[in-house]
């Protein structure tokens, strides 16, 4: 899947200062494997609802394209549930 397929959802609550940043970048790069175990969660129009850290990570270590298996396509949740999982998946990191 490529990169710009995927849609960067404005309404994200959470952001990772420089350090953390770096450290999310450079574990994708050791361990890639991990995006098929902690996908990005996207709607049916592509616009994430869990993992925009991910996301900018992978873009910010010069990821174009991805496995379609690092994405996961929730495409059964109401909008309210699309909401409630935004919340709910950011809740216990970032700032």
Do not use: Q
Not at 14 to 24: P, S, T
Not at 39 to 58: C, E, H, T
């Amino acid at each position: 899947m490529k990169l710009t397929d995927i849609k960067v959802n404005p309404d994200n609550p959470r952001l990772i200062k420089d350090d953390k940043f770096k450290k999310l970048v450079a574990s994708i790069k050791d361990f890639p494997k991990m995006m098929e175990l902690r996908p990005i969660v996207v709607d049916s129009d592509r616009m994430i609802l869990g993992g925009n850290m991910r996301y900018r990570a992978l873009t910010e270590a010069g990821y174009t394209e991805i496995p379609d298996n690092w994405v996961k396509v929730a495409d059964k949740l109401t909008d309210e549930e699309k909401k409630r999982f935004v919340v709910e998946d950011n809740m216990p990191f970032g700032e």
